[in-house]
């Protein structure tokens, strides 16, 4: 069982070009989650997905746009990426019981 | 307002040791209460949480927290520290929301 990945494992990407970060899942979980990790900040939610099909927008999601379109991905893009999108971003999955989330094991954006 | 606070960045520890890393949030409405754990290079995932019921919770890896209402704590504690237990660790916290707000971490670190 491989969980959760995502792709790619790391990027540098000029300032304004458009990324879409991938994430995928093998557990059937109903509810994704995108985070970004910033050193002193810890993890904030972007955006969220309670089911396929419905989005949600967590804490920082300005610049970020996300889709549902089954229940195995959530990809996150960027349509013009800033400086300040540089970060670790983490993609997670919780089943009915939610209150256990399951992580991917990131990416590394750089943008330039 | 709703914030989780963790005022240790850093916390070394020498091997064998116990430790305890401290987490406290403010909050107006009933909470539940986590502590994820990242090892160097990996996503985050979950040591305990606290849902209902006791307020002494145990984890994984000999780790526990214990719920304390009135001073708002949720501190982790672990007898005898390991050096396998070099991590980041971060304690999150749901507002009645079914979503996780993270604190910014505590690094851990084991002096052989």
């Known amino acids: 069982i491989a969980g959760i990945t995502q792709a790619p494992t790391s990027q540098i990407l000029a300032a304004g070009r458009r990324m879409t970060l991938r994430c995928t899942q093998d557990?059937?979980?109903?509810?994704m989650y995108w985070y970004r990790q910033d050193l002193g900040l810890g993890l904030r939610l972007i955006h969220y997905s309670n089911t396929a099909g419905t989005t949600g927008k967590g804490e920082v999601p300005d610049g970020y746009s996300v889709s549902r379109a089954n229940t195995d991905d959530f990809p996150l893009t960027l349509a013009s990426a800033v400086p300040s999108q540089t970060s670790v971003y983490f993609c997670?999955?919780?089943?009915?019981?939610?209150?256990?989330?399951?992580f991917g094991p990131g990416t590394r954006l750089l943008v330039l | 307002a709703q914030s989780v606070t963790q005022l240790d960045s850093q916390v070394p520890v020498f091997e064998e040791a116990p430790v305890e890393l401290r987490c406290n949030y403010s909050s107006s409405v009933s909470v539940y209460l986590f502590w994820y754990v990242q090892y160097p290079n990996q996503g985050l995932q979950l040591l305990l949480k606290y849902l209902s019921g006791s307020t002494l919770v145990k984890g994984i890896n000999g780790f526990e927290a214990e719920f304390n209402k009135s001073q708002t704590s949720f501190h982790l504690r672990k007898p005898s520290v390991h050096i396998s237990d070099t991590a980041e660790y971060f304690c999150a916290v749901s507002f009645g929301n079914e979503k996780l707000t993270f604190g910014t971490g505590t690094r851990l670190t084991i002096i052989p």
């Open positions: 557990m059937r979980h109903n509810a």
């Open positions: 997670a999955s919780s089943d009915d019981s939610w209150e256990t989330q399951y």
